[in-house]
């Protein structure tokens, strides 16, 4: 059992830039990926944004965000960070991390964090 929590939400004007975190229980040697729901979006919608492959350390990133978002990882410390940059008012959502204790991406979310609210205002 994977135990995630997500950190380091905000609220941020347009154009600003926030680090998530996303600290797992135990040895993170799995494929992790970041998700976000918009506001007004069920659980299904969620949109996949990133994700870090374990076995090369691939990063795959959704059109919305890529050349603003990073995704990283520090396996001494069981953690996975998300770097946002140039925010957007529509980058406003819940963000979770998520795993499926599997090496290569894509993450599906077999384990979830509850979520980090990030709000960028205009």
């Known amino acids: 059992q994977v135990q995630l929590v997500e950190s380091g939400g905000g609220l941020v004007q347009a154009g600003g830039s926030l680090r998530l975190s996303c600290a797992a229980s135990s040895a993170i040697s799995t494929a992790m990926g970041w998700y976000r729901q918009a506001p007004g979006k069920s659980a299904r919608e969620r949109e996949w944004?990133?994700?870090?492959?374990?076995?090369?350390?691939?990063?795959y990133y959704a059109d919305s965000v890529k050349g603003r978002f990073f995704i990283s990882r520090d396996n001494s410390k069981n953690m996975v960070y998300l770097q946002m940059s140039g925010l957007k008012p529509e980058d406003t959502a819940v963000y979770y991390c998520?795993?499926?204790?599997?090496?290569?991406?894509?993450?599906?979310?077999?384990?979830w964090g509850q979520g980090t609210q990030v709000t960028v205002s205009s």
């Open positions: 998520a795993t499926d204790a599997l090496p290569e991406c894509p993450v599906h979310g077999g384990y």
């Open positions: 944004i990133s994700c870090l492959s374990s076995s090369d350390g691939s990063t």
